[in-house]
């Protein structure tokens, strides 16, 4: 079974921080890899599939890396919108446990 | 504009099975690119996928509720559902239904607002 570890779990940033949160994959998933968006008490976002292409109508300051194991989701200036949490979700196979455990992007 | 709701009880006790349905709007189940599923969510922790179907009936579970989950659909009530047997509390979540983008039936691009349901006595 595929495991998928995100890191961090927290991160404290301030508006207009470049962040970056890492997803890895325990082997190779070619680039079947999804960015979900989540608010509290809202369904999850679809911010990017296939590693990389961003869906429409979400800001181009979203973008996605990677390919096999390793992935990153990278957020150029961080909006007040942005404070969430992100999980990854790998589509190469139907694993047990397909999503990363979740990273919260708090307020410095 | 497609839009999901899910619908079902709230509260189940441990044992029985929690059943769910997903109604759909704005857009029809049989459209033949896509699959349907459901997401839950336990309290404070993260996304777990539960499994998919295609309106051809062609299923997707995950292997870990396999043995206690079956996912139907209905296209004449544009609906899908789901029932989770044996409930116990580990099964207390919030429950999203949600449409799964093409070609994949775990990655899900439209979802529903997400229902509660909690199992206790």
């Known amino acids: 079974d595929i495991q998928m570890t995100q890191s961090p779990s927290t991160l404290s940033a301030s508006l207009g921080d470049r962040v970056t949160i890492t997803c890895r994959a325990s082997q190779s998933i070619s680039s079947w890899l999804a960015w979900y968006q989540q608010k509290p008490g809202k369904a999850p976002k679809l911010l990017i599939q296939k590693a990389s292409s961003l869906e429409s109508g979400v800001p181009s300051r979203f973008s996605g890396s990677g390919s096999g194991t390793e992935f990153t989701l990278t957020i150029s200036s961080l909006q007040t919108d942005d404070f969430a949490t992100y999980y990854c979700q790998q589509y190469n196979d139907y694993s047990p446990v397909n999503f990363g455990g979740g990273t919260k992007v708090e307020i410095k | 504009q497609l839009q999901l709701q899910e619908s079902g009880p709230g509260l189940v006790k441990p044992s029985e099975t929690l059943s769910l349905t997903c109604t759909v709007s704005g857009g029809s189940i049989s459209r033949s690119t896509y699959n349907w599923g459901w997401i839950r969510q336990p309290p404070g922790k993260g996304l777990d996928w539960i499994g998919s179907?295609?309106?051809?009936?062609?299923?997707y579970y995950n292997p870990s509720l396999k043995s206690r989950v079956t996912i139907s659909i209905d296209t004449s009530k544009n609906q899908f559902s789901v029932k989770l047997s044996s409930v116990t509390a580990a099964d207390t979540a919030v429950y999203y239904c949600?449409?799964?983008?093409?070609?994949?039936?775990?990655?899900?691009?439209?979802w529903g607002p997400g229902t509660l349901v909690t199992v206790s006595s």
């Open positions: 179907i295609h309106y051809s009936g062609t299923t």
């Open positions: 949600a449409r799964h983008i093409y070609g994949s039936a775990v990655t899900a691009d439209q």
